[in-house]
């Protein structure tokens, strides 16, 4: 919109110059017309410069090239090779001769000036312009100037409060110390003792640190100011420094009062390590800028500041120093109590059938966060206004469920050849997953086409699994070669369905060798950093690079070696699962162990899960 509008004002502006200072009264023409002109006598006199002459008719002719109207000033460009006797003739026909630029005779020296310095003039002013757009911000205009930094208003009654949030308990337990000082800071100053300046909370997306912290401000009421750590990075340097300034001294002016910077590890991230292009120093300005005004805190203005990361192992240390960001949080996704528990907060305000079952849903969510929770109570609503209900039930939830974890039906007619090999893709995944001791159970089977995949299968894990045992890993590598596997064993060929499954395989097999010390070869070290983006050749030496990408393929291939084998001994079985994965679409746990003839040796009485994971789509 605002480039548009300057763009505009440019074309406006260098219009008006052009028609004041060019000569658009002449016509161009060609060098033969005007040849035929002189010929005829028709000219009284011209200008020229160089090869350029400008001049004028005596007598008006028709404009060429078919264009209406008449012309008496024309312009045109003499041949270099024209091998006229131009001079002579013009003399003869006592034509007058001026031979000067035609620019400078008609234009006064300031409006040449003017003329030349338009290009920048009209560069600085764009220039301009952006910067202030830039810096503005929302809600500033083009030419606006920038409004100071406003908390956010303070609605009584609508304010989020830790009632609002849930599951994440003992997250709230450190916090409302936080709530405390800023009710009330006289009790604390009294006592000598100094609050923490900043609280860094850390967890995956989605598990509520936003809104914790506006639950913090909202508990103790008092201004909140809120910035994403991205709106400080502008094109401009030392915009992000001066609008960091400027939040703090607002929030100083209204203390107690929270300062939120959410995503903060996009100017955190340690100096010097491979952080993105451009922006680099106006990062690190932003960053100084921020820690220099929170050692600038007495420790008794009552302001705190509170940021919010996904990656708080990429952050600087000089923010994690005593007095700055000291006290650390890790907000994690909520065990099943917890889901129980975000959901009924979320439910408040959706009328719920009778036969729904809250507790059973959040037994089979394991390892949503908040967010996927909310995100699926939506969902189940959407459906339900989509069927006319007037309420939620069980089936809206678990439709809902089945939508959010497998990906959207793809409404897409598959030939019947395409429907069998995925068939024995998917089996091949359920079976082998079936057949790994202590593997996680199956617990979906569909052929159905959802999002980007063909089919899916859904494993996800009984018990709460907060580390994995080399087996385990193993299994899951095998379960993921299961559907390549199967199309090796049944067809003897492999198609490209098996991309993304290779892709987890990858991700597994470099974790074993390079991160998780499973391989004697590599050693017990870390060689592969967690951070997949960073920089990748610089955390351990080429060679123990190479032992580990051997090691990973060793690996992988031991695996795919079983799984075929396995594929080749419980043919039966697999024949059995995909006939009738073909004949239902969609196969729930129980059916799915059924149709394959594997007993099903897990408790049923399993009380929580966690980390559910799609594993393997076709
Ligand atoms: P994050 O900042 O950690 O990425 P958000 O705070 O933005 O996550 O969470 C997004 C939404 O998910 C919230 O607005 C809320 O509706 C829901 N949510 C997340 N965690 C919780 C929770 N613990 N209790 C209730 N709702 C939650
Ligand atoms: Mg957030
Ligand atoms: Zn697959």
Known sequence: MGLILTALVVFLISDLLLSFFGNPGATTISYTEFNNQLNKGNITKIYSKGDAIEGTLKS????????????TDFATQRPSFA????????QQQGIEVTATSPVVQQRSFLANLLLSLAPMVLLILIWVLLARRMSGGLGAGALGRKAPPKPVVAEAGKRTTFADVAGIDEVEAELTEVVDFLKNPQQYRKLGAKMPRGVLLS???????????????????????????????????????????????EARKVAPAIIFIDEIDTIGRQRGAGGGM???????????????????????????????????????????????????????????????????????????????????????????????????????ALLAVKRKQDAVNERDLSDALE???????????????????TAYHESGHALLGMLQPGADPVRKITIVPRGRALGVTLSTPEDDRYSYTEPYLRGRIIGALG??????????????????????????????????????????LTAVPADAQ???????????LDAVDEEARRIVAECYDDAVRLLTEQR???????????????????????????????????????????????
């Open 483 to 524: 559907g390549m596997a199967a199309e090796q064993v049944v067809y003897g060929v492999i198609t490209t369905g098996a991309e993304s499954d290779l892709e987890q395989v990858t991700n597994i097999a470099r974790g074993m060798a390079g991160r998780w010390g499973m391989s004697e070869r590599v050693g017990r």
């Open 278 to 380: 451009g922006g680099h120093d106006e990062r690190e300005q932003t960053l100084n800028q921020i820690l220099t005004e929170m050692d600038g805190f007495t420790g008794s203005e009552g302001v705190i500041v509170i940021a919010a990361t996904n990656r708080a192992d990429v952050l600087d240390p000089a923010l994690l120093r005593p007095g700055r960001f000291d006290r650390r949080i890790t907000v994690s996704p909520p065990d099943r109590e917890g889901r129980a528990a975000i959901l009924a907060i979320h439910t408040r305000t959706v009328p719920l059938a009778g036969d729904t079952d809250l507790g059973r849903l959040a037994k089979v969510t394991p390892g949503m966060t908040g967010a996927e929770l909310a995100n699926l109570v939506n969902e189940a």
């Open 60 to 71: 008006a002719q028709p404009k060429p090239d078919g264009a209406k109207g008449e012309y």
């Open 203 to 249: 967890g995956p997306p989605g598990t509520g640190k936003t809104l914790l912290a506006r639950a913090v401000a909202g508990e103790a009421n008092v201004p909140f100011f809120s910035a994403s750590a991205s709106e400080f990075i502008e094109m401009i340097v030392g915009v992000g420094a001066s609008r960091v300034r400027e939040l703090f001294a």
């Open 83 to 90: 091998n006229d006797n131009l001079w002579a003739t013009l």
């Open 403 to 421: 939508k959010v974890q497998l990906g959207a039906v793809r409404p897409l007619v598959m030939p019947q050849e395409e429907r069998e090999r």
């Open 534 to 544: 960073g920089a990748y050749g610089l955390s351990a030496a080429p060679t123990t």
């Open 572 to 618: 039966a079985r697999l024949d059995a699962l995909a006939a009738a994965l073909l004949e239902a679409e969609t196969l729930d746990e129980e059916a799915a162990y059924r149709a394959a003839g594997v007993p099903r040796k897990a408790s049923e009485d399993a009380s929580e899960q966690a980390s559910g994971d799609a594993s393997g789509e076709a």
